[in-house]
């Protein structure tokens, strides 16, 4: 029971590494923007298949995730200065045109690439045999990526001066406006960063497991589910609520409750928020608007 | 914020049922089959749309779970056929009672939690929803979802047809309509946009802002439960994912496409939805494209919705044409923007 048990949770904190990834752009974004961005798990969806594109395309795994980086990053960049931007003032109407984006971008993917699910060869098939408990060595490197960008990122909003300047438009937007700091150039900036997650978690996704256009949905549900937990704009919030959700949903599935996981990160963030409506660590309430 | 409603209320009711009224006409047409049935379910969607206009227009909060309370409607419906035999006609109140129940019970917990993540919490309900249902074993069908065999009578003589069953949506849909003018110039209606207007402001003057807010939400839910039941009756066999993430966000698309806080708004929006496919001759891919580029440019472009801006487009024109001092420096689709 032992051996399984850990497999089961290491399956669990895989996926909750690209569920965290979500987390974190979709709480970065909305702790400067007050955006919602539901579009976000479509990005992730994108992400995927554009890996999917370059491996078959012939390239390795590490160029075809650096490409779905970039591309996705690319699209960030597209849509925040074509759409978002003109939804600053009314985060409201910036949520519905992300709602709106969902249906176009699942569309046209299956528009070109039809319904059905695409997969890679997995980059890593080795799987090490530790005192019984079988290890996918694929999905150790999922969560030590997810681990080692988790902690770039962390590291940059904390510590360094554009981290500072971040964190300063987040508090308040016109204050620091008059302090010098671009908040237009950073609010792109952050839609960028955020995007480029999105496709890392994409490219990270498509070597778990194969994915369909529709997997944006469920995957952008439960990051926010993740975010909310933590308490939206929180980034330590999400990074704990991420690794609280991969652990349940791990035992969860070793316990046989599999076709209850789905529910478990909306069941969760319920409870959390009936307890603590600003989540666990406390987020903010997004921008002020004047 | 202007509202258009400031002249006299019954004339924001008028263009309503004169629509209604020729919608009424139109099986004296001879349309086909497919018309025919295109039209029962936007006409169902439009019984929904008026709740959520209710929560959206007046009230200015968002549910992104709505069709998970059309759901209820219709596995109440479905299971009360299936278990006690009981009818369409008494369905219906126990359905949408039942969806305002729900409501209620979504609503408190959800509306603890302000603004935007009151959106979120209604769409995590529609999903844990639609997974009770695949989940609910024999009870609920699970992913095959129900069928249901009642006919529909009317007095007696059965009217699960076409034609009669166009009419009966036809009067749940002017039922939906005089019921929401109804709220919309109540003493109750001001108080939910004066909410909406200005949420602290309102506390202020001593209204309950969070029992107001959840009020709203049951009441869109009796609105949800109804359209459930006609839903279940129409197509005669329901799932779960009739009712799961992408149901609810059409659902908004529609209210936002038509306009929130027109009367003719749902009208428009679920007519247009159901059938500017049909008429551009679209697969439902191709449609669906299009459906998200018309949901981000109405708000981009028109924020108060297609009716409403389509109104400020004209006015300013007429403006325009027969005003004083056209101001040539002011380009001609501005106007259209003061939201």
Known sequence: ?290 | MIMKSSSSPLASLLPALAVLVVLALVPALGPSNRILSLAISAGINIVALYGLAVLFGQTGILSMGHAALVGVGAYTAAILARDLGIGFWVALPLGSLLAAAVAAIVGVPSLRVSGHHFVIMTFAFGQLLSIVLTNGGAFTGAATGLDLQLPVTWFGRPAGDLVPYYFIVIAFVAISAVASWLIINSSYGRTLRAIRENEKLAASLGINVGRHKIGAFVVSGLFAGVSGVLLAYFFRHISPNQFSAFPSIYLALMVMIGGARLLLGPIAGGILVSFLPEMLNLDPVESRILYGICLIAVILLLPNGLIAGLFDGLRALGRRLFGSAPRTTVPADSTSETA
Not at chain 1, 88 to 93: C, D, E, M, S
Not at chain 1, 125 to 134: A, E, L, T
Not at chain 1, 145 to 170: D, H, K, N, Q, W
């Open chain 1, 1 to 290: 029971m032992l051996p399984i048990l850990i497999q089961q949770l290491l399956n669990g904190l895989s996926i909750a590494s690209v569920i965290t990834l979500i987390a974190v752009g979709v709480t970065l974004i909305f702790g400067l923007t007050g955006i919602i961005n539901f579009a976000h798990g479509e990005f992730l969806m994108i992400g995927s298949f554009v890996t999917w594109l370059a491996v078959q395309a012939g390239t390795g795994f590490v160029p075809a995730l650096v490409i779905a980086i970039l591309a996705v990053a690319l699209m960030g960049l597209v849509l925040e200065r074509g759409l978002f931007r003109f939804t600053l003032t009314r985060p409201t109407n910036g949520f519905i045109v992300s709602l709106g984006l969902i249906v176009v971008l699942q569309h046209v993917v299956i528009l070109f690439f039809g319904p059905n699910q695409k997969s890679i060869p997995r980059p890593l098939s080795g799987v090490w045999d530790v005192g019984g408990v079988r290890i996918a060595s694929v999905r150790v490197m999922v969560i030590l990526v997810t681990i080692a960008v988790v902690a770039m990122t962390f590291v940059m909003i904390t510590r360094s001066r554009y981290g500072r300047a971040l964190r300063a438009a987040v508090e308040d937007r016109d204050t620091a406006a008059l302090m010098g700091i671009p908040v237009r150039r950073y609010i792109t900036g952050v839609f960028v960063l955020g995007s480029a997650l999105a496709g890392l978690g994409g490219a990270l996704l498509i070597a778990l497991f194969p994915v369909t256009p529709f997997t944006g949905g469920t995957m952008v549900m439960k990051g926010f589910a993740v975010a909310l937990m933590g308490g939206l704009g929180n980034l330590t919030g999400a990074v704990v609520a991420g690794l609280i959700l991969g652990v349940v949903e791990g035992f969860s599935a070793g316990y046989g409750f599999s076709e209850w996981t789905d529910a478990y990160s909306f069941g969760l963030m319920i409870l959390v928020l009936l307890v603590r409506p600003n989540g666990l660590f406390g987020g903010t309430s997004g921008p002020k608007m004047a």
